[in-house]
Structure formats: structure tokens, C-alpha cells
């Protein structure tokens, strides 16, 4: 064989060996790219269904929160009528009266004093307001039971979650990980 | 024979150089995204285990819910005052 055709072969294979070796590279790399975009999507959809129904509970919220305040309102108006004396509710006017109280300072009219000073009981409806506080201290522990375990359930979740993506970045566990939420449905799709 | 040798010497002093110039241009940005999916992946899927509080907004919902109503009892009793 003519050395010429020798060289020739030699830098064929070569270039052929680069060229593979270059794609294979390249293949990996898009793999691993692969892996990567499905549980980040994965996890994009668990984000969207977690958020999804977030605006009607908000509304509910804000709903909730107008209607109190709008009851208060209404409430101490009445009050106001009833008693025959302008009642305060500005800011300004409880910021005077407490800076009033607090240094001496002369309040003429009264302004502010109702708005400031606590509620008044009605006589006769004590004890069904003692029985209303037993009730919403009640709630209020069964509430905090309920938080607390809501508490417990995310920290298993956080720490489920941190395991999952601990076995993503291991190598030997190349396959993407369920767990980040929506992966079966994703793939589905 | 010497077509040949020019042949050869071209083949290796400018193919093969040109190949892997070739080949490193697409192997660098694939390297890259490579990187930049690993970075998304360790900091930017991390947030979904983060937004697990939100399953206690439908508790503040129910929270205010009987706030509201406690308010209602309230208001009505103090109109029943005398």
C-alpha cells in the first residue's frame, strides 16, 4: 500500500473520530437538557394548578373584609344616631384623642372618645357573648391544629420536594423526577 | 502520487481543522444550555414547594368568613341596646 493512501486513510478515521465523538458529546449534553426542561415543566404545571384557584379565594376575601367593614360602619352610625353625637372614625381624630389622652390635652367635644374607648356591652346578651368567645377560641385552636398540621404536611412535602431534586442532580438517576409535580400529566400531554 | 500528497496535506492541515472549528461552534452553546438548564433547575423548580402556604389562604377564607358572621351577631346586638 502507497504511504499517500495510508495518510489518506489516517486522516479519514480521524476526522471521522471527531466528528462522532463531538455529536456523541453533543447528544449527551441535549439529554441531560432534556431531563432538565421536563421536571422544570413538571414543576411549572404543578406552579399553575397551585395557583389556579388563588383570585376567587382572594375575592372571597376581599368580599368578606368589605362587608365587615361596611357593617362596623353602618353599626357605629347607627350608634352615632342614636346617641346624638358625632362619632370620629378618622384617623386624625383617634390620633388626637390618644395624643390628647396621653398629654392632658383638653378633647371639648368629645370627639373621638367613643371611637377610641372599648366597645360597650349590651346587658343581657353577656353570657351569649361569653358563649360566642368560647366558640371562637375554640375555632381559633381547632384553626391553629389545622395550621399546624398544614405546617407539618409542607415541611414533608419541602423535604420530599429537596429529596427529589437531590436524586435529579445525582447522575445515576437521570430520569426526571415525578415528585416536583404534573410530570405524569405533563408527559401526557 | 504528488495530487495525492497535495490532496492529503490539504485534507489534514485545513478539513480536518475546519471540522473541529465547526464542531466546537455547536458543542459550546450546547454546553451552555447545558449549564444554564442545571442552574434553572437547581434555583428555579425550587419554588414550587414554596408556594405550599398558599393552601392556607382557603383557611384564612373561612377564618374571615366566621369573623364576619361574629361581627354581624355583634353589630345586631348592639342595636338591640337600650
Known amino acids: 500500500m502507497d504511504p499517500a493512501h ?69 353599626g357605629v352610625e ?86 427529589h431534586v437531590a436524586a435529579d442532580r445525582d447522575p445515576a438517576a437521570d430520569r426526571p423526577s415525578p415528585g416536583l409535580g404534573g410530570l405524569g400529566r405533563w408527559r401526557k400531554r | 502520487m504528488t495530487l495525492l500528497w497535495i490532496g492529503n496535506l490539504v485534507f489534514l492541515a485545513v478539513v480536518i481543522p475546519a471540522v473541529v472549528i465547526i464542531l466546537r461552534r455547536v458543542l459550546s452553546p450546547a454546553i451552555e444550555i447545558g449549564n444554564y438548564a442545571d442552574d434553572i433547575m437547581e434555583h428555579g423548580a425550587q419554588f414550587a414547594p414554596h408556594l405550599s402556604a398558599l393552601s392556607e389562604l382557603a383557611t384564612t377564607r373561612e377564618l374571615v368568613r366566621q369573623v364576619n358572621a361574629d361581627l354581624e351577631r355583634y353589630v345586631r346586638a348592639l342595636d338591640r341596646m337600650p
Open chain 1, 6 to 74: 495510508v495518510v489518506l486513510l489516517l486522516g479519514t478515521a480521524i476526522t471521522v473520530v471527531a466528528i462522532a465523538g463531538y455529536l456523541i458529546a453533543i447528544a449527551l449534553i441535549l439529554k441531560r437538557v432534556i431531563a432538565r426542561l421536563v421536571v422544570i415543566l413538571g414543576a411549572v404545571d404543578a406552579v399553575i394548578e397551585t395557583a389556579e384557584p388563588i383570585g376567587p379565594i382572594i375575592d372571597d376575601i376581599s368580599k368578606d373584609l368589605d362587608n365587615g367593614r361596611k357593617l362596623v360602619e353602618n
Open chain 1, 78 to 163: 347607627r350608634l352615632a344616631d342614636r346617641k346624638g353625637a358625632p362619632i370620629d372614625l378618622s384617623v386624625t381624630g383617634r390620633r388626637q384623642q390618644e395624643l390628647a389622652d396621653r398629654f392632658g390635652g383638653a378633647d371639648p367635644d368629645g370627639r373621638g372618645r367613643a371611637a377610641t374607648a372599648a366597645p360597650p356591652v349590651p346587658p343581657g346578651i353577656e353570657m351569649e357573648l361569653a358563649a360566642d368567645r368560647h366558640a371562637a377560641a375554640d375555632r381559633t385552636a381547632a384553626a391553629d391544629r389545622d395550621v399546624a398540621a398544614d405546617r407539618h404536611v409542607a415541611a414533608d412535602r419541602h423535604v420530599a420536594a429537596d429529596r
